[in-house]
């Protein structure tokens, strides 16, 4: 990308794709954010990121608008832009389920955003944080933002996190593909797929993140029960149900010697072996016949 010496975004109501697009540019360059309608020499200087505004997509010049794009186009937004002008966009879609509804809803609005998450526009109002509210207000009522303002650190820390979060994503997909098994097992007479990954000298901070997004991105979906992975906070493994499969009720290993925590509504389990065998056994003890 161009070296960026200003970003510059529409005034007036503020929304979450143009405060992230905004963020995400503020991780890659620390510069100030100005909220005022863009000049033609804006425009045309890719020195000047235009984000939200200004009817141009036009990534050579920096210029990120999607109002201008036909109506039937498939839902796009300031922040898709810049995502994919990184070379981003494809990992986020996978990795950040928020993604495409801010998407629909920037394009789409509430009713019709409802409609296609199935759902009751009340239920999306509800979903809505004061965290959401306050930067979003305070963002509106700024007209220049610089580095130093707690809104921009935030808004910087907001993009960093982001891009983090979906290059490492990325990168622990590729390790847990080099690393996990999938195991072939028999849950109360029927078969079933239960994903073991081991343990790893260094050990990564989080263990179990990224397993359900590796399980979806293979197409495993539909098979997968139970997920076995290191357990962060001793030498044994956590085991726990894959999208709340009920096929498995952990309560039935709580009394085992060797499960030290399992919870009283079923879906997790902590236990201190690390024998694979053993492992296998505790899931298969754990297995019952789901009730739909």
């Known amino acids: ?16 794709d143009e405060f992230l697009a905004c963020s995400v540019l503020l991780a890659r360059h620390r510069v100030p954010v100005i909220r005022r309608e863009p000049t033609p020499m804006d425009l045309a200087s890719p020195a000047v990121a235009v984000i939200d505004v200004g009817h141009h997509h036009e990534p050579a010049l920096n210029n990120f608008d999607h109002h201008q794009l036909p109506k039937d186009h498939p839902p796009t937004c300031s922040l898709s832009l810049v995502l994919q002008h990184l ?4 990992d986020a879609r996978q990795f950040c389920d928020w993604l495409e509804p801010a998407e629909w809803f ?13 759902t ?5 109002t509800k979903l809505v944080s004061p965290i959401d509210i306050t930067l979003l207000r305070r963002f509106a009522l700024a007209q220049r933002i610089e580095p130093g303002n707690p809104l921009w650190e935030v808004m910087r820390m907001i993009g960093e996190d982001l891009l983090d979060y979906v290059k490492t994503m ?19 007479g029927r078969p079933a797929k239960v994903l073991f990954l081991p343990r790893t ?32 906070r001793s030498t044994g493994y956590g085991l726990s149900r894959f999208q709340d499969n009920a096929r498995l009720d952990f309560t039935r290993i709580a ?3 060797e499960v030290h ?25 754990a297995g019952v016949t789901a009730i739909n």
């Open 87 to 90: 070379g981003l966009y494809e």
């Open 261 to 285: 925590f399992a919870h009283v509504r079923g879906f997790v389990a902590k236990t201190s072996t690390a024998d694979v065998a053993r492992l296998k056994s505790l899931m298969t003890q």
């Open 106 to 118: 920037d394009c789409r609005g509430l009713i019709t955003t409802a409609k296609w998450l199935k």
């Open 170 to 188: 990325r990168a622990r997909l590729d390790f847990i593909g080099s690393h996990s098994e999938i195991w072939e097992m028999e849950l109360d």
């Open 1 to 16: 990308m161009t070296r960026i010496e200003t970003i510059l975004t529409h005034p007036g109501g503020a929304h979450k």
């Open 201 to 232: 000298d260094p050990l990564p901070d989080e263990p179990s993140l990224g397993i359900d997004q590796f399980v979806i991105s293979r197409g495993l979906a539909e098979e997968m029960v139970g997920l076995v992975y290191p357990d962060r």
């Open 120 to 124: 009751d526009p009340t239920v999306v």
């Open 255 to 257: 009394s085992c010697p």
